[in-house]
């Protein structure tokens, strides 16, 4: 996989290369947001959109969702837990372990999904933009939007 650096504001307004999936290099079929440097003020994190495939965006979509899915299912378990933990101890104690592996299966699927998609780290008013294909970064340099 490759790397390059794009002025943020070509990012942030859309200029990259759109024909050419980010990840692939094959044909790009529509955009997926990329989060710039992910923090834990998620509100505050500024989102750019890149070109992908529709089978790269199925899959990206279908592990975020069951990210989001698991960790619901993680506090509904965990409430299920306190709730249960002065009658049965045992009981509470079972669905501590259901709302860990539920919780596992989140964090496993957050890491799935995120290795499709490529790194966004923005230093200053550009954008590094790792883990992505090597004829996109060519598509970037060929358009001249790639930075110093």
């Keep these: 996989m490759g790397m390059v650096t794009v002025d943020f504001a070509d990012a942030d307004q ?3 290369p759109r024909s050419m999936c980010v990840m692939t290099g094959g044909n790009a079929d ?12 998620r509100w505050r994190a500024r989102t750019i959109k890149l070109p992908c495939s529709e089978a790269v965006f199925k899959r990206w979509l279908r592990r975020t969702r069951v990210m989001m899915r698991m960790r619901i299912v993680s506090i509904i378990i965990v409430v299920l837990a306190v709730a249960f933990s002065s009658k049965s101890p045992l ?3 079972g669905f501590l372990l259901a709302a860990g592996v539920s919780l596992a299966v989140s964090i496993w699927a957050e890491n799935a999904a ?7 780290h923005r230093h200053g008013r550009q954008v590094q933009l790792k883990n992505v294909h090597p004829r996109y970064v ?7 939007l790639a930075a110093d």
Aim: avoid cysteine; hydrophobic fraction near 45%; proline fraction near 6%.
């Design 14 to 16: 859309g200029r990259m």
């Design 30 to 41: 529509g955009l997926y947001p990329v989060t710039v440097d992910r923090s834990w003020t």
């Design 91 to 93: 009981l509470a104690f």
């Design 114 to 120: 995120s290795a499709l998609q490529p790194e966004a």
């Design 138 to 144: 060519e598509a970037v340099e060929d358009a001249g």
